[in-house]
């Protein structure tokens, strides 16, 4: 027999979609790996089958076929994986509330393979300069000037690459960040995931692109800074 999604969620056929994303809240609240460290192995799979029942109950097309055929209907090839997991955007709210209230930091790595909820300020690359000093400054100890460029935030946009601050969801990836691409090698289907370059994993792109920094929310600019180099350097 094969599985019933509704039962694994614990909600009726009928239900709507606001019935089963509360259902799957509470259910993830309690079988996440991280809120499960001393059941992790059994609780990645309780995990798994409920954001597997997730998946089709939350998909239309998917519940359709469910209703029609069962399990059979909407049965992943080589079974469910978190590649085929498209919801992550309707359960921000879910997990970013969830890890506050017991006091991780926003993200979840158990289930879904160390997504975050939160998009986070990258530390940006390290910037190196070679200057030439006089010896004779570093026996004095003498101030020095290093002049350099930097990408900073753009003020003219606030760093969001609109001009107007406001980002839409990104219409190649829907939000997701990443995009889903499928060929076929003979009789064989091959899918891959990538990063999605209309928006660059954000998952957001501007209203109207910020002339300043091309809408990347960033420019290069000069900067300094002053250093005093020990004597017997």
């Known amino acids: 027999m094969g599985k019933d999604y509704y039962a694994v969620l614990g909600v009726g056929r009928k239900a709507t979609k606001d019935e089963i994303k509360k259902a799957y809240r509470d259910l993830a609240k309690k079988y996440h790996p991280d809120l499960n460290p001393q059941n992790k192995k059994e609780a990645e799979e309780k995990f798994k089958e409920i954001s597997e029942a997730y998946e089709v109950l939350m998909d239309d097309q998917k519940r359709a076929r469910f209703d029609q055929y069962g399990e ?34 926003g993200g979840f790595g158990g289930g879904f393979g ?5 998009q986070r300020e990258m530390r940006g690359n390290d910037s190196f300069v070679e200057i030439p000093i006089d010896i004779r400054r570093i026996a004095r100890n003498e101030k020095i000037e290093v002049f350099y460029f930097r990408e900073m935030k753009c003020e ?49 792109v501007p209203e109207k692109v910020c002339k ?9 600019k000069k900067d300094k800074i002053e250093i005093f180099p020990p004597p017997g350097i």
């Open 156 to 204: 003219s946009c606030d760093g969001t690459g609109s001009t107007t601050k406001k980002l839409l969801t990104c219409p190649t990836c829907h939000g997701r960040g990443y995009v889903e691409r499928s060929t076929n090698q003979g009789f064989i289907l091959f899918r891959t995931t990538e990063v999605c370059r209309t928006c660059n994993g954000r998952g957001k």
């Open 72 to 105: 059979e209907g909407v049965k992943f090839q080589g079974g469910f994986d978190w590649n085929q997991f498209h919801h992550y955007q309707d359960v921000q709210d879910i997990f970013g509330d969830l890890f506050s209230q017991f006091g991780f930091g």
């Open 114 to 118: 160390g997504f975050s909820t939160q």
């Open 212 to 220: 300043e920094c091309q809408g990347s929310g960033y420019v290069r």
